[in-house]
């Protein structure tokens, strides 16, 4: 993909940036290996070539990026960081409070990120005062795909709420037509789990058994018919979802061999990247009942290697990253939508501008929450205990009241 001459022409905007950075490179990991996902780094790539700084790519493959939080604990563990890491919003906080992380504060009061950067975004920026990482855009997990073919084949509206998923899954079963794409791997499951809690119980429920882990709400009935949805999700996926990565899952509802999906917009950067229309050949609807609340994740450049002769070329990145154009051209790409108020919807497809209307209003309502399967509703801890718990039912016959025991367990020794 080109870069646009304006996104170019913004390389120069800080004054920060020393010539020095121009015989620099930078390193950066991250876990963008899928088709749209490589599509939206090489603008990053490309921008930086245009200001002749190098990118040294350290890519570890596999999505929601749990090997690649391993081997940045590797990397750190033996003192040799990258100049930058993609993490999501809790890992920041984590390096933060390890003290790995470089401070990005100057970069950030000459862009005025403060201003135009979402309060939501910046609690995970932001420690004491300092900017350790960048945010590179706004992702919404709580995204139903459909395949809008298979759909008006067979007379099909989009559900709205999990009973009517059931019902319309059930038809396609029945006709020979898998439902659901999915790919079994803790954190696809957990993303299904997250719209579950939130599409079952509401954005208060939510609040409470994800974000606060509140045992009563962890322990309720509403948490049994939770996981008894789970259940039922797992009867409308194909034989060979066990492992499947999520872009092969979101191939099968662009090429008709599956009708559904529930994933994150980055599910967009692959139909955008297959020249389909995200809205019309593909529609987004929120997963059943959760319109009304925002569900996010965002990807965040931290700052971690703070040697001298590497922290120009690291501000010139992270400025790059900040910039508006940068934001706008990325994000057409990557399926979400830019971590600033300032861009314009106009060239967003439906769906980005869908989602840009929702986030202001979710915003206004309280119903703006992170998401537990990215990074965003728990520590990595708890996340993890939560994933396990998940899993293990989604892959078993365990009951919903024995999931929802063991969910308690596992959430109160996580927090020891
Ligand atoms: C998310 C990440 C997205 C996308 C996805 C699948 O956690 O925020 O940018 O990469 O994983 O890999």
Same mark, same amino acid.
């Given at each position: 993909?080109?870069?646009?001459a ?27 290996t ?15 070539a ?8 350290m ?16 990397? #750190? ?44 975004l910046?609690?995970?920026? #932001? ?36 009973e009517?998923?059931n ?20 954190w ?16 208060d ?10 045992m ?22 194909d ?42 050949d593909?529609?987004c ?35 790059? #990253? ?12 990557k399926?979400?939508?830019?971590a600033?108020?300032d861009?314009?919807?106009?060239n ?16 206004a ?45 596992? #959430? ?5």
């Amino acid at each position: 993909m080109k870069v646009p001459a304006k996104l170019l022409a913004t390389a120069a905007v800080s004054t920060l940036i020393s010539s020095a950075a121009m015989a620099q490179s930078v390193e950066v990991l991250h876990w963008w290996t899928a088709g749209g996902e490589a599509a939206a780094l090489n603008v990053l790539k490309e921008d930086l070539a245009g200001q002749g700084i190098g990118w040294e790519d350290m890519p570890v493959a596999g999505g929601g990026g749990e090997a690649a939080a391993t081997t940045l604990k590797a990397r #750190v563990a033996a003192g040799n960081p990258p100049t930058a890491a993609q993490l999501l919003g809790m890992q920041v906080r984590e390096w933060a409070d390890e003290g790995a992380l470089g401070d990005l504060t100057a970069v950030a009061t000459e862009g005025h990120w403060a201003d135009v950067v979402p309060s939501a975004l910046q609690d995970f920026a #932001v420690r004491d005062g300092k900017w350790n990482a960048v945010p590179v855009n706004i992702h919404r997990p709580n995204w139903l795909w459909i395949n809008a073919a298979i759909f008006e084949e067979n007379g099909l509206t989009p559900p709205t709420t999990w009973e009517e998923f059931n019902t319309v899954a059930q038809t396609l079963k029945d006709k020979g037509i898998t439902p659901l794409a999915h790919g079994g791997q803790p954190w696809q499951d957990a993303t299904i789990f997250d719209d579950v809690v939130l599409g079952i119980g509401g954005a208060d429920f939510y609040r409470k058994a994800i974000i606060e882990a509140d045992m009563d709400a962890l322990g309720s009935d509403t948490m049994v018919q939770v996981f008894n949805q789970m259940r039922t999700v797992r009867g409308f996926v194909d034989d060979n979802f066990s492992g499947r990565d999520w872009n092969l899952a979101t191939a099968m509802v662009l090429n008709g061999e599956a009708a559904m999906q529930l994933m994150g917009d980055w599910a967009k950067g692959e139909i955008v990247r297959a020249d389909m229309t995200p809205g019309t050949d593909i529609l987004c609807v929120t997963a059943p009942g959760t319109e009304g609340s925002y569900l996010f994740n965002t990807d965040f450049f931290a700052a971690f290697d703070v040697s001298d002769d590497n922290q120009a070329a690291q501000s010139a990145l992270a400025a790059s #990253v900040m910039s508006p154009a940068f934001q706008e051209a990325f994000n057409l790409v990557k399926g979400s939508i830019p971590a600033r108020t300032d861009v314009a919807p106009d060239n967003f497809d439906a769906c980005g501008q869908k989602a840009m209307a929702d986030i202001k209003e979710a915003e206004a309502n309280g119903t703006l929450l992170g998401s537990l399967a990215h990074g965003h509703g728990q520590t990595s801890a708890v996340q993890r205990a939560i994933f396990d718990v998940v899993t293990e039912h989604f892959n078993s016959d365990m009951s919903a009241e024995d999931a929802v025991e063991e969910l308690q367990i596992a #959430v109160e020794s996580a927090q020891l």
